[in-house]
């Protein structure tokens, strides 16, 4: 049977990188994002090329969203096989500043997101018994702590903890399942324009602060940093790497490494 790999936040950056890297070895594709003219651009692309693709519009912090999207993917191929839940957006103020509505979306997409993946695919993939893998996509940021972006260090902490505890409970149970998360530094991708896909009643008009983002490398310039950054086709083959080899903490950036180490020193002393 033709695998069958459903990605979230596929539309742009490293999503639309997994896409292409698993359509490129010949699976399909099922295409998730809110965003429907991106979606659209990928999908006639992909197709140009060969790929069978399924777009489902899909806002992944609606619980009702995720669920269609696990139903076209069956419906439509029948199976599914792999699923990364990626899609991600970003905003950062000192955190007292934060508005709920900044809570609400960040969380909402970032950790509800794939909080939905897992209650809607991993029973699917359970009942069908085929070799799985979850793809969870979560940041550098998910493994160190310290000042500045703090929302999204929440969320993406998260997520790593959530795969940690989702690949232990299905090996204790035998399944057939990989879990997978991938923790990269930066990227360059649309992550910084998260704005564009902000939906209108969790805008934040209630203040006029502009946000700042964490600067993982430290120059105070994350555009800059992100701009230097790795390609998402890189990042997309480190993830098909790890499924093959069944990697669990996929690092892209072994430069932040040490950041890890020290934080988990701290904690120790
Ligand atoms: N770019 C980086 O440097 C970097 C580093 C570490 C982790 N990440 C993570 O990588 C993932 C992908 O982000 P990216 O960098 O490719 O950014 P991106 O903005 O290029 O892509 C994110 C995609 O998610 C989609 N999206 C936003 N809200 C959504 C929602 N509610 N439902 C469905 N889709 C939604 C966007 O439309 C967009 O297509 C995110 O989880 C991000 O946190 C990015």
């Known amino acids: 049977m033709q695998k069958v790999a459903v990605i979230t936040g596929a539309a742009s950056g490293i999503g639309r990188g997994l896409a292409e890297r698993f359509a490129a070895e010949g699976m399909n594709v099922v295409l998730a994002d809110?965003?429907?003219?991106?979606?659209?651009?990928?999908?006639t692309d992909l197709k140009s090329k060969g790929a069978d693709v399924l777009t489902?519009?899909?806002?992944?912090?609606?619980?009702?969203?995720?669920?269609?999207?696990?139903?076209?993917?069956?419906?439509?191929?029948?199976?599914?096989?792999?699923?990364?839940?990626?899609?991600?957006?970003?905003?950062?103020?000192?955190?007292w500043e934060h508005t709920l509505a900044d809570w609400e979306w960040v969380l909402g997409v970032n950790l509800w997101g794939v909080i939905h993946g897992i209650r809607t695919f991993v029973p699917r993939m359970l009942t069908q018994g085929d070799a799985c893998h979850i793809v969870n996509t979560a940041s550098i940021l998910g493994l160190i702590g310290g000042g500045g972006t703090g929302i999204y260090k929440v969320s993406k902490h998260g997520v790593v903890v959530l795969s940690e505890a989702l690949a232990d409970e299905l090996a204790q149970k035998g399944a057939n399942i990989q879990v997978h998360v991938l923790c990269p530094g930066w990227v360059r991708t649309g992550i910084l324009d998260s704005d564009r896909n902000r939906p209108d009643t969790l805008q934040n008009r209630e203040t006029q602060t502009p946000a700042r983002l964490q600067t993982i490398g430290g120059s105070g310039n994350a555009r800059a940093e992100m701009e230097a950054g790795m390609s998402p086709a890189e990042v997309a083959e480190h993830v098909y790497n790890a499924i093959q080899t069944g990697t669990f903490y996929i690092h892209t950036h072994p430069e932040h490494k040490a950041a890890i180490r020290e934080r988990m020193e701290r904690i120790l002393e």
């Not at 806002?59 to 995720?66: C, P, Y």
């Not at 139903?71 to 990626?86: D, K, M, P, R, S």
């Open 34 to 43: 809110v965003e429907a003219e991106a979606l659209a651009e990928l999908e």
């Open 56 to 95: 489902v519009q899909t806002d992944v912090s609606n619980a009702a969203e995720v669920e269609n999207l696990a139903g076209q993917t069956l419906e439509t191929f029948g199976a599914v096989h792999i699923l990364c839940n990626n899609a991600g957006v970003v905003c950062s103020r000192p955190i």
